[in-house]
């Protein structure tokens, strides 16, 4: 199970770094979405696949929609549409779809019922989850969601046209 975790921080700071490496938005975001499911990967390793659920549907799902579609919004040209043309070709795949490969392996490993990789480890509940987040955490988690509402205001006024 070690193994499992190790491997995923390794594509999870690889990925990573990769994204904030990068000259090119859309393979920026192709690894953001590799790394964002490294992240997962390491909380099914920690007996919390329900926190991995929801790290693959809020932030791979939902914030890589709303970025993607900040990129949209900004329209840069004709010119840009045909560089991401020429730049978007199969091989700009290979990195991202070699770093999801590892990770579905390791996943698979994981998913595999086992008493070798799963000794010790105890799995969180959505409803213990839920007793925390609605509990004493109440405060930080409207103040969460509070911020992503100030996020989309200032990402449509940025992308309006005059």
């Not at 010790?120 to 409803?127: D, F, L, N, V």
């Amino acid at each position: 199970m070690e193994i499992c975790f190790y491997a995923a921080a390794a594509v999870a700071v690889l990925s990573t770094f990769l994204v904030v490496t990068g000259k090119n938005p859309v393979h920026a975001l192709l690894y953001l979405v590799v790394s964002l499911f490294a992240v997962a990967m390491i909380f099914f390793t920690l007996g919390a696949p329900f926190a991995g659920a929801l790290e693959i549907i809020v932030y791979a799902g939902a914030i890589m929609v709303l970025f993607v579609f900040v990129v949209m919004m900004l329209n840069l040209g004709e010119a840009v549409v045909q560089q991401e043309k020429l730049w978007l070709t199969p091989r700009a795949w290979i990195g991202p779809a070699l770093l999801s490969s590892v990770l579905l392996g390791l996943l698979l490993y994981v998913l595999v019922p086992s008493d070798l990789h799963m000794a010790g480890a105890t799995t969180i509940s959505p409803k213990q989850v839920g007793i925390v987040l609605y509990g004493p955490y109440l405060l930080a988690v409207e103040l969460a969601s509070m911020l992503l509402l100030g996020a989309l205001v200032a990402a449509y006024h940025l992308g309006k046209h005059e």
